[in-house]
């Protein structure tokens, strides 16, 4: 049981390699934080778990064999580059050209993505994002593995489930909550500064998976 509860704790700071990364989720915490308050981040963190959680029992029952499948890993890089590239654009530019104020976060529209609401949103979000599917393809899916050989039960894999997703709700969260809660603190500039950080890391990031899927499907 000790042994189960240290890869549990063990688990659960590895895990923030995943949450702390500026992805969608995080540029979206941001500025649903500044656009509809506090519990954005909350909101979105429950739609990345009802997708994050039933996938750790998946791997743990032989679906991380297929998501390591050259061709499967390239076409989950090449559809998520776009969306990230597409992301990070939007959040580039806008801040980098001051469109993205307090202000017009407050009083502007969703993103499309966001149609549906925050729950939803988070569930889109996270399909669309290749760094978390190859996350759990290697480094989630490996710590998986370890956890059924300690214990091959639906506790013990649920227990890791609900260890690593508590670290994304804290951390989104608490983005939210930061933000909506300290407005006047952190100030236009400082928002901007946010959210273009943000933007360059989902360029980055976008520019990347699309090398990464390009060369796994075809071979290279």
């Known amino acids: 049981m000790s042994s189960l509860l240290s890869l549990y704790a063990t ?19 941001i500025s649903e934080g500044a656009r509809t308050g506090r519990w954005a981040g909350a909101r979105l963190a429950v739609g990345h778990g009802l997708v994050e959680i039933p996938l750790v029992f998946a ?18 890089g090449l559809l998520g580059a776009a969306m990230l590239l597409w992301m990070g654009y939007g959040l580039t530019i806008g ?17 499309a993505g966001l149609r549906f609401g925050h729950v939803p949103g988070g569930v889109i979000f996270t399909l ?28 013990a894999v649920g227990g890791l489930a609900l260890s690593h ?6 951390w989104l969260g608490g983005l939210s909550l930061v933000v909506a809660s300290g407005r006047r603190f952190i100030g236009d500039r400082g928002y901007r500064i946010l959210l273009l950080v943000c933007g360059v890391f989902l360029l980055v990031f976008g520019l990347f998976f699309g090398w990464s899927g390009l060369r796994m499907v075809s071979g290279i």
């Open 11 to 29: 688990f659960m700071l590895i895990s923030l390699s995943g949450a702390l990364s500026p992805g969608p989720l995080t540029a979206l915490a």
């Open 165 to 170: 997703w508590s670290v994304d709700l804290a």
């Open 95 to 111: 801040a980098w050209r001051g469109r993205l104020t307090l202000a017009a976060a407050t009083n502007g529209a969703p993103p």
């Open 59 to 76: 791997i743990a029952y032989g679906l991380g064999e297929w998501l390591r499948q050259p061709l499967v890993g390239g076409l989950i």
């Open 128 to 155: 669309t994002n290749p760094y978390w599917s190859l996350w759990w393809a290697t480094l989630g899916a490996a710590y998986v593995a370890r956890v059924v050989t300690h214990a091959a039960t639906p506790v």
